[in-house]
């Protein structure tokens, strides 16, 4: 069977040489971290693809689609997965960085392996990054504000990739689909491609083996059987860990992102700690230099390691310089995300005491049916005796992300809805609104506004339209105006 496979294929031999390798050295288990990463790499993309099927990506979905995953024991336990997964390919890259850095293994010709290592690990970083913005609750939304605006900050192209990134003016559905399309795509299919050409050179040079001069005595080992056997240990162990902490610690889901609350403190994923420390060591008017000018020199220095550390010895004791070097690294890196983490822990404890999970998720009627959908009164008031749609509700889990939940708006950023005469008056005009949305400058009550108001025609059906509207219009601050029926919505473009 197989000889019949391999005369048309050639996939026998190719796996058996795939598998043939000589580890100087012998195998051991100081080498097992690259493996491990790449095996919590699979984990993090079986469990995302299942995550998509579950999640839509729209300020007005995300957090409720999000919240349908936190309600389905097996959804939230895949989810629970994927956010233990991502804690150990993140510390999984970093131990390996390090492994490699201490062992000298990035020396010729191995260079160009460690620098396409330090893509990939920034690579995950951003992966991080997006994937801490997308279940779009309280948290979500300020912390990857903050990240915006540092980004937004970087000189040159600083705004114009904030802008970018954002998709406009304001965070909004165009930032989650951004966010989305580098989380699952861009970022992905680098990383696979990168991960091969990391592969491709580790191949073409061999494992660098101990960090000793004498290579002479050195006993050679296989790869196979030997070091794959240590690799699959540690990846099993590293699973039931992922697999302990999801069941033990799930991630937690908080209130949906509300804009208008100014006073939340947002709290970085823990790699970003000590980022966010530094920056906290810093006067407020030399906040790029933490955020970005330090940040960059740190990693084009790494990048440049294996030009910095040149001698051909690979022995530890004449390479005690640059052991130095990373051993304070990595001191000052745990340093600032220790006094960043107290530094939260003080700032949370003097806020306004905040909901339980299970009173968050608890707060509207469960929407099992259809999470995807978009949420609208008709779908998640099931106990509503009227047949028509509920507009308050369709106004709190739509509209109040943005305008505030009683209509203030934000100034300068989002119109106020309550007390707005436009709001209140011609409703063909408001219709028209709320169904293709609007965009450009914009005065209400003296104050101005230019971002994007999203379209809703097919977001939300007309009856659902025709509520929110008639809610707006007769319920928010003092505002007293004429309803608007599902044939005037049906009726207008
Ligand atoms: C993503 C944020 C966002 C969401 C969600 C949102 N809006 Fe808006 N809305 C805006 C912005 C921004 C403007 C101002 C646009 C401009 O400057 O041209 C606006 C403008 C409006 C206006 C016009 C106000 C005026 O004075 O001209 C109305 C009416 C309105 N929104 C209603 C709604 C309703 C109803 C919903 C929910 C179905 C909603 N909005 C959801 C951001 C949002």
């Not at 540690?234 to 509300?258: G, M, R, T």
């Not at 509207?469 to 473009?493: D, E, H, M, W």
Request: charged share 10%.
């Amino acid at each position: 069977m197989l000889n019949w496979i391999e005369r048309r294929t050639g996939f026998v031999s190719m796996t058996k040489d795939l598998l043939t390798e000589d580890v100087p050295g012998g195998a051991s288990y100081w080498y097992v971290f690259g493996s491990a990463t790449l095996f919590a790499m699979i984990v993090q993309i079986t469990t995302g693809i299942f995550l998509t099927f579950w999640y839509a990506p729209s300020a007005a979905t995300a957090w409720e689609s999000t919240r349908a995953i936190y309600l389905n024991p097996f959804e939230h336990w895949v989810l629970s997965i994927h956010y233990w997964g991502a804690t150990a390919m993140i510390a999984l890259v970093f131990l390996h960085l390090l492994q490699v850095a201490i062992f000298g293994a990035y020396k010729a010709p191995r260079e160009l392996q460690w620098v396409v290592g330090v893509l990939l690990l920034l690579i995950t970083l951003v992966l991080g990054l997006t994937g801490y913005l997308l279940p779009w609750d309280m948290n979500a939304y300020f912390a990857s504000q903050v990240s915006l605006n540092i980004t937004g900050t970087a000189p040159v192209a600083g705004p114009f990739i904030q802008d970018l990134a954002q998709g406009g003016g304001v965070m909004g559905t165009a930032t989650i689909n951004r966010f989305f399309g580098l989380h699952v795509w861009l970022m992905p299919a680098l990383l696979v491609l990168l991960v091969g050409a990391h592969l491709t050179i580790f191949r073409h040079n061999g494992p660098a083996g101990p960090p000793t001069e004498d290579r002479r005595g050195l006993k050679v080992g296989r790869f196979w059987p030997d070091q794959l056997f240590m690799d699959t240990v540690v990846s099993f162990f590293v699973f039931l860990l992922i697999l302990l902490l999801s069941f033990a610690a799930p991630p937690f889901l908080d209130q949906k992102a509300d804009p208008t609350n100014g006073a939340f403190q947002p709290y970085p994923a823990w790699y970003f700690l000590s980022l966010f420390g530094l920056l906290n060591l810093f006067p407020p008017q030399l906040d790029t230099v933490a955020t970005i000018y330090i940040p960059t020199l740190f990693l084009l220095l790494v990048l440049i390691v294996p030009w910095i550390d040149r001698s051909l010895s690979r022995s530890l004791g004449s390479r005690r310089g640059i052991l130095w070097g990373v051993f304070i690294v990595v001191a000052l890196i745990a340093g600032l995300s220790v006094q960043s983490q107290l530094h939260i822990m003080a700032l949370q404890a003097a806020g306004p005491p905040s909901l339980s999970e299970s009173q968050i998720l608890a707060a509207q009627p469960a929407t099992s049916s259809a999470p995807a959908a978009p949420v609208t009164g008709v779908s998640s008031s099931a106990s509503a005796a009227a047949p028509g749609a509920n507009g308050a509700t369709v106004f709190s889990q739509n509209c109040s992300t943005c305008h505030g939940a009683q209509g203030q708006g934000m100034p300068g950023a989002f119109p106020p809805l309550a007390n707005n005469p436009f709001v209140t008056g011609n409703p063909s005009q408001v219709i028209t609104t709320v169904l293709n949305g609007r965009s450009g400058p914009l005065t209400v009550n003296g104050q101005k506004y230019d971002g994007t108001m999203p379209a809703w025609k097919s977001q939300l059906s007309a009856p659902d339209i025709a509520a929110v509207i008639t809610y707006i219009r007769s319920s928010l601050g003092s505002n007293k105006a004429s309803p608007v029926t599902t044939a005037q919505v049906s009726a207008s473009k």
